[in-house]
Protein backbone atom coordinates (compact mmCIF):
# COMPACT_ATOMS: atom_id res chain seq x y z
CA UNK A 1 0.00 0.00 0.00
CA UNK A 2 2.69 2.77 0.71
CA UNK A 3 4.56 1.65 -2.29
CA UNK A 4 1.25 2.23 -4.56
CA UNK A 5 0.86 5.40 -2.71
CA UNK A 6 4.41 6.64 -2.95
CA UNK A 7 4.15 5.82 -6.82
CA UNK A 8 1.14 7.45 -7.24
CA UNK A 9 3.02 10.76 -5.51
CA UNK A 10 5.70 10.64 -7.36
CA UNK A 11 3.53 10.65 -11.18
CA UNK A 12 1.74 13.35 -9.36
CA UNK A 13 4.89 15.49 -8.66
CA UNK A 14 6.01 14.37 -12.47
CA UNK A 15 3.07 15.68 -14.17
CA UNK A 16 3.24 19.00 -12.03
CA UNK A 17 6.83 19.75 -12.56
CA UNK A 18 7.36 19.92 -16.39
CA UNK A 19 4.48 22.65 -16.22
CA UNK A 20 6.27 24.85 -13.62
CA UNK A 21 9.94 23.98 -14.97
CA UNK A 22 9.07 24.95 -18.57
CA UNK A 23 6.92 28.21 -18.35
CA UNK A 24 8.36 30.79 -20.46
CA UNK A 25 10.39 33.67 -19.01
CA UNK A 26 9.07 36.84 -18.94
CA UNK A 27 10.83 39.99 -19.79
CA UNK A 28 10.00 41.39 -16.38
CA UNK A 29 12.17 38.84 -14.56
CA UNK A 30 14.98 38.41 -17.42
CA UNK A 31 15.35 41.54 -18.47
CA UNK A 32 14.75 39.98 -21.86
CA UNK A 33 12.04 40.73 -24.25
CA UNK A 34 10.10 37.88 -27.21
CA UNK A 35 11.04 39.46 -30.29
CA UNK A 36 7.48 39.47 -31.23
CA UNK A 37 6.52 41.50 -28.29
CA UNK A 38 8.71 44.25 -29.58
CA UNK A 39 7.52 44.35 -33.25
CA UNK A 40 3.80 44.76 -31.58
CA UNK A 41 5.81 47.30 -29.14
CA UNK A 42 7.22 49.75 -32.41
CA UNK A 43 3.73 49.16 -34.55
CA UNK A 44 1.91 50.60 -31.88
CA UNK A 45 0.94 53.86 -32.52
CA UNK A 46 0.76 57.04 -29.85
CA UNK A 47 -2.96 58.23 -29.37
CA UNK A 48 -3.26 61.75 -27.94
CA UNK A 49 -6.45 63.76 -26.93
CA UNK A 50 -7.08 66.96 -28.75
CA UNK A 51 -9.34 69.61 -28.42
CA UNK A 52 -10.57 72.37 -30.92
CA UNK A 53 -12.99 75.47 -30.57
CA UNK A 54 -15.23 76.21 -32.95
CA UNK A 55 -13.06 74.20 -35.54
CA UNK A 56 -9.70 75.85 -34.14
CA UNK A 57 -7.22 73.13 -32.86
CA UNK A 58 -5.74 74.33 -29.65
CA UNK A 59 -2.35 72.60 -27.80
CA UNK A 60 -3.34 71.55 -24.42
CA UNK A 61 -1.45 70.34 -21.73
CA UNK A 62 -3.63 67.97 -19.87
CA UNK A 63 -3.39 67.13 -16.53
CA UNK A 64 -2.27 63.51 -15.07
CA UNK A 65 -5.48 62.70 -12.72
CA UNK A 66 -8.40 60.27 -12.78
CA UNK A 67 -10.84 63.06 -14.49
CA UNK A 68 -8.66 63.31 -17.19
CA UNK A 69 -8.61 59.47 -17.75
CA UNK A 70 -12.24 59.39 -17.42
CA UNK A 71 -12.58 61.95 -20.04
CA UNK A 72 -10.17 60.43 -22.83
CA UNK A 73 -12.51 56.79 -22.07
CA UNK A 74 -15.52 59.35 -23.42
CA UNK A 75 -13.54 60.94 -26.21
CA UNK A 76 -11.71 57.39 -27.09
CA UNK A 77 -15.33 56.03 -27.52
CA UNK A 78 -16.46 58.93 -30.38
CA UNK A 79 -15.86 62.66 -30.52
CA UNK A 80 -16.95 64.44 -27.33
CA UNK A 81 -18.88 67.22 -28.58
CA UNK A 82 -19.52 70.16 -26.11
CA UNK A 83 -21.30 73.27 -26.56
CA UNK A 84 -20.33 75.70 -24.20
CA UNK A 85 -21.80 79.08 -23.05
CA UNK A 86 -20.51 82.21 -22.12
CA UNK A 87 -20.60 83.04 -18.41
CA UNK A 88 -19.34 86.20 -16.33
CA UNK A 89 -17.30 87.82 -18.68
CA UNK A 90 -14.94 85.16 -18.19
CA UNK A 91 -15.36 81.68 -19.29
CA UNK A 92 -17.54 79.31 -21.33
CA UNK A 93 -19.31 76.65 -19.60
CA UNK A 94 -20.83 73.53 -21.10
CA UNK A 95 -22.00 70.02 -20.20
CA UNK A 96 -20.08 66.91 -20.74
CA UNK A 97 -23.08 64.63 -20.39
CA UNK A 98 -22.01 62.62 -17.46
CA UNK A 99 -20.44 63.29 -14.63
CA UNK A 100 -16.19 62.81 -14.14
CA UNK A 101 -14.57 61.76 -11.01
CA UNK A 102 -14.07 65.03 -9.55
CA UNK A 103 -11.17 66.57 -6.49
CA UNK A 104 -12.25 69.90 -6.25
CA UNK A 105 -9.38 72.30 -5.16
CA UNK A 106 -9.63 76.05 -4.47
CA UNK A 107 -8.18 77.70 -7.34
CA UNK A 108 -7.21 80.93 -8.85
CA UNK A 109 -7.78 80.38 -12.74
CA UNK A 110 -6.26 82.06 -15.76
CA UNK A 111 -7.33 82.31 -19.34
CA UNK A 112 -6.42 79.26 -21.19
CA UNK A 113 -7.55 76.98 -17.79
CA UNK A 114 -9.50 74.09 -18.23
CA UNK A 115 -11.26 72.68 -15.21
CA UNK A 116 -14.39 70.25 -14.47
CA UNK A 117 -17.13 72.07 -12.27
CA UNK A 118 -19.86 70.25 -10.53
CA UNK A 119 -18.48 66.76 -11.92
CA UNK A 120 -20.77 67.46 -15.02
CA UNK A 121 -19.16 70.81 -16.47
CA UNK A 122 -16.28 71.33 -18.60
CA UNK A 123 -15.19 75.12 -18.03
CA UNK A 124 -12.66 76.90 -20.11
CA UNK A 125 -11.59 80.70 -19.48
CA UNK A 126 -10.54 83.55 -21.29
CA UNK A 127 -10.28 85.85 -17.82
CA UNK A 128 -9.87 84.86 -14.23
CA UNK A 129 -12.02 83.69 -11.63
CA UNK A 130 -11.52 81.91 -8.01
CA UNK A 131 -13.40 79.02 -6.73
CA UNK A 132 -13.29 74.98 -6.06
CA UNK A 133 -12.82 73.44 -9.37
CA UNK A 134 -10.38 69.92 -10.63
CA UNK A 135 -8.13 71.30 -12.81
CA UNK A 136 -8.28 69.38 -16.40
CA UNK A 137 -5.89 71.08 -18.28
CA UNK A 138 -4.15 74.22 -20.06
CA UNK A 139 -4.49 75.76 -23.47
CA UNK A 140 -0.68 76.49 -23.97
CA UNK A 141 -0.30 78.15 -27.25
CA UNK A 142 -2.82 81.13 -26.88
CA UNK A 143 -1.78 84.10 -25.02
CA UNK A 144 -4.57 86.13 -23.28
CA UNK A 145 -5.68 88.27 -25.93
CA UNK A 146 -5.83 85.34 -27.95
CA UNK A 147 -7.69 83.53 -25.58
CA UNK A 148 -10.43 86.14 -25.00
CA UNK A 149 -10.82 86.56 -29.17
CA UNK A 150 -11.31 82.79 -28.86
CA UNK A 151 -14.07 82.63 -26.30
CA UNK A 152 -14.99 85.83 -25.80
CA UNK A 153 -17.27 86.62 -28.82
CA UNK A 154 -20.10 84.02 -28.37
CA UNK A 155 -21.19 80.51 -26.98
CA UNK A 156 -18.31 78.46 -28.91
CA UNK A 157 -18.46 74.58 -29.41
CA UNK A 158 -15.65 72.10 -28.19
CA UNK A 159 -14.65 68.48 -29.35
CA UNK A 160 -12.19 66.61 -27.58
CA UNK A 161 -11.28 63.28 -29.58
CA UNK A 162 -8.32 60.72 -29.70
CA UNK A 163 -6.03 60.86 -32.59
CA UNK A 164 -3.26 59.31 -33.88
CA UNK A 165 -0.09 61.32 -33.17
Known amino acids: MKRILGLIMMCILLAVMPAGCSAPETSEGTGTSDTADMENNTEKEIVEMKMTVSGTAVDVDWEDNESVAALRDLAGEKPLTIRMSMYGGFEQVGSIGSDLPKNDVQT ?37 AEMKDLLGNGDVTITISMENK
Open 108 to 144: TTSAGDIVLYSGNQIVVFYGSNSWAYTRLGRITDQDT
